[in-house]
């Protein structure tokens, strides 16, 4: 059983810069590969970005790979999102997820989700 606990939403202004992170906790978390997704009001739920604990494989949608970058840090058992440049549409619920392989976390199917941390972005 795996816990995740989203951090560091909130409401910023257009152009400002925010670091979410999701501390992992509970089982074999180093087994499991981490994503990042959003829910904006009236959408589908979009993936973000994704890491693998060990070695150094990260993925990053096409969509958002310029401005948020995902890390983790081993000692802390925390995945972080830096995001930069943040606009009104980035306003969404962001959640992080847990799966033992990438393509489970690619198409929204892990077992473990975060409870989200919202992100408000005024114009």
């Known amino acids: 059983q795996v816990q995740l606990v989203e951090s560091g939403g909130g409401l910023v202004q257009a152009g400002d810069s925010l670091r979410l992170s999701c501390a992992a906790s509970?089982?074999?978390?180093?087994?499991?590969?981490i994503g990042w997704f959003r829910q904006a009001p009236g959408k589908e739920r979009e993936f973000l970005a994704a890491?693998?604990?060990?070695?150094?494989?990260?993925y990053s949608a096409d969509s958002v790979k310029a401005r948020f970058t995902i890390s983790r840090d081993n000692a802390r058992n925390t995945v972080s999102l830096q995001m930069n440049s943040l606009k009104p549409e980035d306003t969404a619920v962001y959640y992080c997820?847990?799966?033992?392989?990438?393509?489970?976390?690619?198409?929204?199917?892990?077992?473990?989700w975060g409870q989200g941390t919202q992100i408000f972005v005024s114009s």
């Open positions: 509970g089982g074999a978390v180093y087994d499991y590969v």
């Open positions: 997820a847990a799966a033992m392989n990438l393509r489970t976390v690619l198409i929204g199917n892990s077992k473990y």
């Open positions: 890491i693998k604990w060990s070695g150094e494989s990260k």
